[in-house]
């Protein structure tokens, strides 16, 4: 974090840019009050980028509207009813919401939707003390009522009231919380972790798309791993994604972790590391998060002890691959995501028996096809899979894929195992079979496919012959 002083030049600069001064202006010209707050309040404390501008002001949504429209290129109703007017100013998009005191039941998440009076009453009705942290613009003072500049030196995640009352009025917080200790290396003090133990169950009452939301938020950040754990240590895991703890039941085969569910969170951030070092500057990949988190949960269901005592735990890489698609259906995850991540937990072990014997040509290939546009995904996966502390054994298994890897870049070169097809397509297969559309075009082409890959291009004339060959003893 940086020293007070300088996060307080930070916010002074912050407040001085364009957009920020022009809506200060504004507003204090009509009478209103109006506050940079949460967000971009703590991310100057901690000097990382600002990248959102949140404010909040007495004004009601009416009024932000009169006062925005004419200074904006675009305003937009974000959320009228919740006193939320978004606008885009001097090419910056900007939230301005009107101070709120809202009142929640207890057993929906649906608030009456109550306008507040003052900035403090706003603040303490936020989340997090970190996150309740204003300044008041134009004057540029700092408004912290809950104690959040110590909470952040502190690295501690705090709530203005009591965390029974924050989560009461929010259960999605108790997975915010999680997401922060990824996102700023943060820890729950004390009583948030007792509060998240004892309202986790609450939760159910939350929709699954914001579920959804803040798990992903969660894995794109930087360390998911302590967020996850936060999850699973509370019991809220238990309830979103119940396979994560069920894996800390099951040690792993080569015992080198205590359970399962530490071997996949090693394999998480070594995937991480894998994607930023080959493809530095991207977006986090999500899919290939999911996709290492989840690589092994099929082990608690495929869990055998053999002669011997060896656990053995067969077949989890396709046992996996079914609960994911039907862990990630229910949290509502795109048909995109779900696909991919069933295909890389399908194909992630196939690789190690490419260790005891060299592969053909053709099993190249075939794994290659196999991966289709998950290939890269594949590679960092099966690369990241390896955890390891025999370092020879390390060093024999990367050295091993390198190879892989070099071998499906000099196959493509030459064959154009990218877009892998017959030598033959439908229309070539109907003319030389003298066959209309029907499924026996279907079977030949699957047959050619299947030529292409054990053998390599054939070229036409050979393609024919086969073709013929295989026509006439079907």
């Known amino acids: 974090m940086e020293s007070v002083a300088g996060a307080l030049e930070r916010l002074d600069t912050l407040a001085s840019t364009g957009p920020v001064d022009r809506l200060a202006r504004a507003f204090k010209a009509a009478g209103h009050e109006l506050a940079l707050v949460g967000g971009p309040v703590r991310d100057a404390f901690l000097g990382r980028a600002v990248n959102d501008f949140d404010f909040t002001t007495s004004a009601l949504p009416d009024e932000i509207l009169a006062i925005v429209e004419p200074i904006s290129d675009a305003t937009w109703d974000v959320g009228r009813a919740f006193g939320t007017i978004a606008a885009r100013i001097q090419g910056e998009t900007v939230e301005i919401t009107t101070y709120r005191s809202d009142v929640y039941d207890g057993e929906t998440r649906k608030p009456e939707v109550e306008f507040g009076d003052s900035l403090e009453g706003d603040l303490v009705r936020r989340d997090f003390t970190v996150n309740a942290m204003a300044l008041r613009l134009p004057e540029r003072v700092l408004v912290d009522p809950s104690g959040g500049v110590e909470h952040l030196l502190a690295k501690s995640l705090e709530t203005p009231g009591t965390p029974e009352e924050s989560f009461r009025d929010d259960p999605l917080r108790m997975m915010r919380a999680a997401r922060f200790t990824a996102q700023l290396g943060f820890t729950v003090s004390e009583a948030v972790f007792a509060a998240m133990v004892d309202r ?53 085969e080569h015992h080198h972790h205590k359970d399962v569910f530490e071997h996949s969170l090693t394999v998480l951030e070594q995937a991480i590391g894998y994607e930023e070092e080959r493809h530095p500057g991207t977006p986090p990949d999500l899919t290939l998060r999911i996709a290492a988190l989840l690589h092994d949960i099929g082990k608690p269901a495929t869990r055998r002890l053999e002669a011997g005592g060896v656990v053995t735990f067969h077949h989890h890489d396709v046992v996996g691959a079914k609960l994911a698609k039907k862990r990630l259906k229910a949290l509502r995850f795109d048909n995109d995501t779900i ?79 990218d877009s892998m097809r017959p030598d033959l397509d439908g229309d070539q297969i109907q003319s030389i079979l003298g066959i209309k559309p029907s499924r026996e075009v279907g079977e030949a082409y699957r047959f050619l496919l299947e030529l292409r890959t054990e053998e390599g291009p054939l070229g036409e004339e050979e393609a024919t012959r086969r073709l013929l060959g295989w026509w006439t003893q079907r």
């Open 200 to 252: 986790a169950r609450t939760l159910e009452i939350v929709s699954v798309e914001r579920v959804n939301d803040e798990l992903s938020k969660l894995l794109r950040s930087d360390d998911p791993v302590p967020g996850v754990r936060l999850l699973v240590d509370t019991g809220i895991a238990a309830l979103i994604l119940p396979e994560l703890p069920a894996m800390m039941l099951e040690r792993d």
């Open 339 to 417: 696909g991919a991540v069933y295909r890389l937990i399908e194909l992630h072990l196939r690789f190690f028996g490419y260790t005891d014997g060299e592969w053909t040509d053709s099993a190249v290939r075939r794994y290659v096809r196999d991966a289709g546009d998950q290939l890269e995904r594949l590679h960092m996966l099966t690369r990241a899979d390896v955890t390891t502390r025999n370092r020879r054994k390390a060093d024999r298994l990367g050295f091993a894929y390198d190879d892989l890897e070099q071998r499906i870049a000099v196959l493509r070169e030459q064959e154009e195992l």
